[in-house]
């Protein structure tokens, strides 16, 4: 192991922890276990048109997208990771940039 060759082997971001031989940084470690996942999930029929819907990776959610009516299916708990992320994201966007006034 080399003390200078500690980046992800992804994106190419340094990465500040060394816990162990994974290759790549927190964030590439969660997007593939991610697709891993979608990977091993089962193919779901669409609920509208009974096509078979496709697995696409948004993020860290995985979606099932149907090819004909373009319909999306969310997995429990996915709606809630996107609720969580676009409240964190609104959160950071209501804060003040510039200080407050003094009277
Ligand atoms: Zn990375
Ligand atoms: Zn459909």
Sequence with gaps: MSLFGE?????????REVS????NCAACQEEIRVK???????LRNCPIDGSRMT???AHVIVI??????????LDSGELDK?????????????????PFAAG
């Design 7 to 15: 980046k992800c082997a992804r994106c190419g971001h340094r990465r």
């Design 55 to 57: 697995k696409e990776v």
């Design 82 to 98: 996107i609720k969580d992320e676009v409240a964190a994201k609104t959160i950071t966007a209501m804060l003040p940039t510039a």
């Design 36 to 42: 891993l996942q979608a990977a091993n999930e089962a």
């Design 64 to 73: 099932d997208r149907c090819p004909t009516c373009h319909g999306v299916w």
């Design 20 to 23: 162990d031989d994974a290759p």
